[in-house]
């Protein structure tokens, strides 16, 4: 490849019971002693390794979280088990009464919503959902047995409709700067 445009971004999300019973509000709130968390592990699952870890780090709470231990399916704390795969689990947990909240991606609450999962998401600000980093590339090979069709399926991703398909999953837009292709640097 030598080009890519970035065609939409993805946020993090807490995901609650429905009603938000326990009146979850902030990243912080994932330490208080009442709430029981669900999160995805930090050997494996990238939505932890390359960003829900940063946000807990900046807020100080990763320490209380995960007590030192990077695991996969594992009891942290009285009050924090890591997933091995958190956007199956999640939900479970909190329909099932074991977590009150987790860090997920936004696409994952209203997957689980589609689902009939009585849960919701709480939206983060964007210090803290990441919308801006998370980003999804793409481009075409240069030697693609098919390059006309990848270059028509290039220029579809930058069309309303597509744009409109994604952010009806939950995705966020990407800008049309980012909608255009750039050289690989």
Same mark, same amino acid.
């Given at each position: ?7 939409? +971004? ?5 995901? *609650?019971?429905?009603?938000?019973? $326990? @009146?979850?509000?902030? &990243? ?6 009442? *709430?029981? /968390? ?15 870890? $940063?946000?807990?780090?900046? +807020?100080? &709470? ?12 594992? %009891? ?7 997933? @091995?795969?958190?956007?199956? !689990? ?5 329909? !099932? ?5 987790? &860090?997920?991606? $936004? ?7 589609? %689902?009939?999962?009585?849960? !919701? ?18 481009? @075409?090979?240069?030697?693609?047995? +098919? ?11 930058? /069309? %309303? ?12 837009? @990407? ?6 292709? $750039?050289?690989?640097?």
């Amino acid at each position: 490849m030598r080009d890519y445009k970035i065609y939409m +971004h993805n946020e993090l999300q807490m995901m *609650v019971a429905k009603g938000n019973p $326990k @009146a979850i509000a902030t &990243i912080d709130d994932l330490v208080r002693s009442d *709430v029981r /968390t669900s999160l995805p592990n930090p050997v494996n699952e990238g939505i932890m390794q390359f960003y829900a870890r $940063k946000v807990l780090e900046r +807020h100080g &709470i990763w320490p209380q979280l995960a007590n030192g231990r990077e695991c996969v399916s594992c %009891q942290t704390t009285e009050h924090n088990w890591f997933t @091995a795969v958190h956007h199956r !689990e999640t939900p479970e947990r909190i329909r !099932e009464g074991k977590s009150d909240a987790g &860090i997920v991606w $936004k696409t994952e609450v209203m997957q689980a919503l589609r %689902q009939g999962i009585p849960v !919701e998401g709480v939206e983060l600000p964007a210090a803290d959902s990441l919308r801006d980093q998370v980003s999804y590339a793409t481009g @075409a090979l240069q030697n693609a047995r +098919h390059r006309a069709s990848a270059d028509d399926y290039l220029a579809f991703l930058a /069309t %309303q409709v597509a744009q409109d398909a994604y952010a009806g999953f939950g995705f966020v837009r @990407a800008r049309p700067e980012e909608l255009a292709l $750039k050289p690989i640097d």
